[in-house]
């Protein structure tokens, strides 16, 4: 079976992987850039930019003149992201076959291929089977192209050029499937592409017409193999993807033991070898799931959460300890199974060496950080630990979001607003009555719901309007006041309706 995905939805799956919004969630055209010598030239685009007649190797330019300015969107390419973008899906497409690989015949792979011998029968059919692949793609947003044939050459073409976007292929019925399918559908080069098309032969059928001999002598021995692979008589070997187990370890007991200090003292060695395991493979675990296996119970599974990737054993086991010391060991436990089930890489660091100075590094800062949050949110729950993420937005209450600690920020952090912000922002602001020297002078006093305070101390004002763009919106003088009792407020008046409220204090 060969899986054909165009490189654009592969940078959308890229985005959605690392949290960004989609790309074409504003449904713009899409086109992928390279640098080719001193141009830059088109090396993909979506079905959207191909109906308008936007091709690979076209200027951008020239793609650019067959839209709107505002209705195409250009990107710059990223082979290399794209690749691992790939062989991500090639790891999630063990779903349908033991057997997945990456397409190696071009420079840019945008095609999975999946041995799928003797798995139909789990799914019904073959019919069943690409339908259920094409399916699950397209509920991952990955716009794909799914044929299932004898061999993997023919799979390719009739994924790339036949008619329909699942298609199954029958042995008897091959010959026929790829009679009426462009000749570079056999893989092979331009150049002989280009010379098969001089002497008329433009379509498959038209060189099985020709005899074996024929080829070779004229274009050479390549565009026979490929003949051959694509007629199912060549082999054709691929290189699978292998995806690494997460680690896990177990230890099992000579009998069950309900002994706290013995299933701890277990769980806390485990632990140890599973750091010097994620150490090795250079990554640490984000999810660790431990499972008691218990004698008269069914098994107890415990799990910590981390919202950094971790290797350290002491840390690691300061998350699991509440957990353990609640869990019921029933009649007794028999074994015990430690398993990291997320994991990532981890950068290595330089351990800064803090001398006699008596101060921690930013190394071990950031490190006691991270840790801190794990304990909250392995206590309390990762979405009661929350954080502020500023945002792009100049209005004040939506400059900030608040997300759990332990998400993934995505990349280009928006800039925070330079101008004094006060600590404390109020969820609603704080009606209020001022008396001001002039109509639009200073403020005198101001009245809210502390009482009434004199001002001795009055700057701004400071004028934001509301975003035009989300429709009619007020627009607000801010006042940044110190009351007599020391405490300064942020004050703002609605310059439509001349109310004032208190939108936030400085603690």
Request: with cysteine; proline share 7%; charged share 30%.
């Amino acid at each position: 079976m060969a899986i054909w995905l165009a490189m654009w939805p592969i940078d959308r799956l890229r985005r959605r992987e690392r949290g960004a919004p989609e790309a074409n969630s504003d449904r713009r055209a899409i086109i992928l850039e390279t640098p080719v010598r001193s141009a830059r030239v088109v090396s993909s685009c979506c079905e959207r930019a191909h109906a308008a007649g936007v091709r690979r190797g076209m200027p951008v330019a020239h793609a650019r003149a067959l839209f709107e300015t505002e209705d195409v969107r250009v990107l710059p390419a990223r082979p290399d992201q794209d690749r691992a973008a790939l062989r991500s899906l090639a790891v999630w497409a063990h779903r349908f076959s033991p057997v997945v690989a990456l397409d190696d015949t071009c420079d840019e792979p945008d095609t999975l291929l999946l041995d799928v011998t003797g798995c139909a029968r789990v799914f019904g059919d073959e019919w069943t089977l690409a339908r259920a692949a094409h399916r699950e793609l397209a509920r991952l947003a990955v716009r794909a192209r799914v044929a299932i044939a004898p061999s993997f050459g023919s799979a390719w073409a009739v994924a790339r050029y036949g008619p329909n976007r699942v298609e199954v292929v029958e042995e008897g019925a091959l010959r026929d499937a790829l009679a009426s399918i462009p000749m570079s559908a056999l893989r092979l080069d331009e150049e002989t592409v280009s010379s098969l098309a001089e002497l008329g032969l433009e379509r498959v059928e038209h060189v099985l017409d020709l005899p074996r001999s024929a080829l070779p002598s004229r274009f050479g021995e390549a565009a026979l193999h490929r003949l051959d692979q694509a007629c199912g008589q060549a082999i054709e070997t691929i290189v699978p993807v292998r995806p690494v187990p997460p680690p896990g370890i177990e230890r099992v007991f000579d009998g069950p033991t309900d002994r706290v200090d013995a299933i701890e003292l277990t769980v806390r060695e485990l632990l140890g070898e599973i750091a010097e395991v994620l150490t090795a493979r250079g990554c640490g675990a984000c999810r660790i799931e431990i499972e008691l296996v218990r004698s008269d119970l069914p098994p107890e599974c415990l799990s910590i959460v981390m919202g950094r990737p971790s290797r350290d054993a002491k840390h690691l086991w300061s998350l699991i300890r509440p957990k353990l010391e609640r869990a019921c060991l029933g009649f007794g436990v028999e074994a015990v199974r430690v398993h990291a089930k997320s994991v990532r890489p981890l950068r290595h660091e330089q351990q800064e060496a803090a001398f006699n100075s008596g101060r921690a590094s930013d190394v071990e800062i950031r490190r006691a950080t991270e840790q801190l949050l794990d304990t909250l949110g392995n206590r309390l729950g990762v979405d009661r630990v929350l954080r502020a993420r500023a945002v792009e937005s100049h209005l004040p209450e939506r400059a900030f979001v608040m997300e759990p600690a332990s998400s993934r920020s995505p990349r280009g952090q928006a800039a925070v607003a330079s101008k004094d912000r006060p600590t404390v922002l109020f969820d609603r602001p704080v009606p209020a009555e001022v008396v001001a020297l002039t109509p639009d002078g200073p403020v005198h006093r101001v009245r809210w719901r502390h009482g009434e305070h004199a001002v001795i101390a009055s700057i701004g004002p400071e004028r934001i309007a509301g975003e035009w763009w989300r429709g009619p919106g007020s627009t607000r003088d801010y006042f940044k006041v110190r009351c007599e009792d020391g405490r300064w407020v942020w004050l703002a008046r609605t310059v439509e309706g001349r109310r004032w409220f208190v939108h936030g204090v400085w603690a």
